[in-house]
């Protein structure tokens, strides 16, 4: 077992590389989490850093942590009058837009990958939820600022998609591992899950001001805790009752962040930062837990994944979702090119690897092999996506304009 300090040293050499690797990938225009992950692959046994790392467990304990505190914090962030207005747009991306996804995502990974149905299905499960929060900080360092509902709209399916996803995998990877679950079983289950999520989340969040509002504390660092402590405590008591912890983190983050309460700013912060620390944790655990050499075995069919998931799959799931005229076609093709595979996948690709699904090795390094292509493709060209169809703030045209026109 290494000294306690040599395991500090090389967690601290890790963290300041991905915190100037934030900063040069963003004058770059390529997305943090790219290089992070890139920064995990080199320091793991494959790489020069040669650190053996293969425990799928706590990866996937240490993803369920940082996806925690990422949800909250994005609930805490989201402004529910922004929200309000592309509520209905926005559920219909987090719900029917994933099962679409999955659906067009798997059939075409059932033959291209040799798979049989329900690996191939889960498959697309494990890559149908989008990650935006790299996306947000590729269009700050470049400036890039969006139309007024295109933001909002982005933003809330990011944070309300995942539970989706996590609940197709999870479903899935029961109905391979145990024969005697029926569909019906599972769909009973999504709709407690959920419901339970965002009525536990809601009362939860509620609960939560109360206390933020009440309390005095003898010190001000404590009331980081007591926030800490709020978030963990809505999630660990949804999952525990049966709902979506996942959900309702995000529901309640929703409601905390949108009332008033003594020392919100400094909680607002402190939770930032927090959040950039779990993210880049995940990012850098996840590196460290793939082998690149196993993925040249997967990289064509992967690359035809890829291909097929970027120009297919989440276009026809973002039109089907949106079949309003709210939305024009240049605003839907821009969030489809937005649906940018993140750490989510990788994470969820660990689920069927612990639960023993026969093809879970290769299902894991195609998910990493479409994670890397997504980040790397419409990463680094969303600002020019961006202006190319024309849905930058500075493109929009003035309503009296418009009138006069």
């Given at each position: 077992m290494p000294k306690a300090e040599l395991i500090l040293l090389v967690v601290g050499v890790l963290l300041l590389l991905s915190v100037l690797a934030a900063k040069l990938g963003g004058r770059l225009g390529v997305p943090g989490l790219l290089l992070f992950l890139a920064i995990g692959m080199l320091a793991g046994s494959d790489g020069p850093g040669g650190i053996w790392f293969d425990n799928y467990a706590l990866a996937q304990f240490v993803g369920t942590v940082a996806l925690v505190f990422i949800l909250y914090s994005g609930g805490l962030f989201t402004r529910w009058s922004a929200v309000r207005p592309i509520l209905g747009a926005g559920l219909s991306l987090a719900t029917l837009g994933v099962l679409f996804t999955m659906l067009l995502t798997g059939a075409f990974a059932r033959y291209v990958l040799e798979l049989g149905w329900l690996e191939a299905l889960l498959l697309g499960a494990i890559v149908s939820s989008t990650d935006a929060s790299a996306v947000f900080s590729v269009l700050r360092e470049r400036a890039v600022r969006l139309r007024r509902h295109l933001k909002p709209l982005l933003e809330f399916e990011s944070g309300t998609n995942d539970p989706m996803a996590i609940f197709l995998t999870v479903g899935l990877t029961t109905l391979l591992t145990q024969p005697a679950a029926s569909g019906g079983q599972v769909l009973l289950l999504f709709v407690q899950q959920m419901t339970l999520g965002l009525l536990l989340g809601y009362l939860l969040g509620w609960g939560a001001v109360w206390l933020l509002r009440r309390l005095r504390l003898g010190f001000d660092g404590l009331y980081a805790v007591l926030s800490i402590t709020l978030m963990l405590l809505v999630f660990s008591i949804t999952a525990v009752l049966g709902g979506s912890g996942f959900l309702a983190a995000y529901v309640a983050g929703v409601v905390v962040g949108n009332q008033d309460f003594p020392r919100k700013t400094a909680l607002l912060s402190f939770h930032e930062g927090m959040s950039w620390l779990m993210e880049i944790g995940l990012f850098l655990t996840l590196g460290l837990l793939v082998f690149p050499s196993q993925l040249p075995g997967v990289a064509l069919p992967a690359l035809l994944l890829s291909v097929f998931l970027m120009g297919v799959a989440r276009p026809v799931a973002v039109f089907l979702s949106l079949p309003t005229a709210r939305f024009g076609w240049n605003e839907k093709a821009f969030i489809a090119w937005v649906g940018l595979r993140?750490?989510?996948?990788?994470?969820?690709?660990?689920?069927?690897?612990?639960?023993?699904?026969?093809?879970?090795?290769?299902?894991?390094?195609?998910?990493?092999f479409v994670v890397l292509f997504s980040v790397l493709v419409q990463g680094t060209t969303l600002p020019w996506v961006a202006r190319l169809l024309r849905v930058r703030a500075e493109d929009e045209v003035p309503l009296s304009l418009a009138k006069e026109a």
């Open positions: 993140g750490a989510i996948p990788i994470v969820l690709a660990t689920f069927p690897l612990l639960a023993g699904v026969e093809a879970a090795q290769k299902i894991f390094n195609v998910t990493f």
